[in-house]
């Protein structure tokens, strides 16, 4: 059983992916705990397995070794309906593509989850959400009508409503200018400062990660390094030492 504050948690961990001759080891034997109420970064060079991890930690994809907790359950062990209700209960996500509904206004999609979970939103909570990322005069506007930029922060605002243990964020500026990038950023971090969120994020970019409190760097399926309160400089010259090393 984890004893730490983990809001996440894996040891061993290892994912597989197909067999034989075109076998992948995309995880080999990886222990991490993601802290409760802090925000970690995971980076590393194409194909290192960020996304994979990511999934893993989030029980959207199978593991090949290993246990992966959220919280306090083991997600390994799950049937499909218990681990479709611990991601829909405990789980937030938000995706590069911004994956809200087109037919329906902003406020509908921050509330779909809850409307699908059949949960009533905490009006007061969902009030601050709303405010924090500042879209309370776009409430009514579908996908269509908004900016990138504000798109995305509907999907944060969507993946925070539920109060969940942990939000995983995938490249979540990947399609966004740089100024937008910053307001989704800046919105992350204040879920974290000020209202305790915990944040994983997968990122490529050093100005991103410098938002995290912690930085995972990945490099053939294992974390082979961590750096704690980092810059965009500082996680730079990382990434470069680790493209020298590896020649
Ligand atoms: N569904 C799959 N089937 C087979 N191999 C896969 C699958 N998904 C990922 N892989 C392989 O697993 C390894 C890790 O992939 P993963 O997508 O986790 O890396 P990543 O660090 O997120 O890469 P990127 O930065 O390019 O998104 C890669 O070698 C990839 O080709």
């Not at 993946?159 to 950023?185: C, H, Q």
């Not at 209202?195 to 050093?206: L, N």
């Amino acid at each position: 059983m984890p004893t730490t504050t983990a809001a996440a948690r894996a040891t061993a961990l290892s994912k597989i992916y197909g067999s034989g001759d075109t076998q992948v080891t995309a995880l080999d034997a990886v222990d991490v705990d993601i802290e409760a109420g802090r925000f970690t970064a995971i980076m590393g060079p194409s194909g290192s397995g960020k996304s994979t991890l990511m999934h893993c930690l989030a029980g959207l994809d199978s593991i090949s070794a290993g246990q992966v907790w959220i919280g306090e359950t083991e997600v390994s062990g799950l049937s499909d309906k218990a681990l479709t209700q611990l991601r829909r209960d405990s789980v937030g996500f938000v995706f590069q593509a911004f994956n809200l509904i087109p037919t329906l206004t902003a406020l509908e999609n921050i509330t779909l989850p809850l409307d699908i979970a059949g949960r009533k939103p905490d009006q007061q909570w969902l009030d601050t959400v709303i405010d924090t990322v500042g879209l309370r005069d776009r409430l009514t506007h579908r996908p269509s009508e908004l900016s990138g930029g504000q798109q995305q922060r509907v999907a944060c605002a969507r993946a925070l409503a539920s109060r969940p243990t942990i939000v995983f964020a995938d490249e979540p500026t990947g399609n966004l200018d740089s100024r937008s990038g910053a307001e989704v950023l800046g919105f992350l971090r204040r879920s974290v400062d000020e209202f305790g969120q915990t944040i994983v994020m997968v990122t490529h970019d050093p100005g991103a990660a410098s938002y995290a409190d912690r930085v995972l760097f990945l490099a053939d399926g294992r974390i082979v390094d961590e750096m704690a309160d980092p810059s965009a400089d500082r996680v730079l010259e990382r990434m470069k030492a680790f493209e020298q090393a590896r020649g």
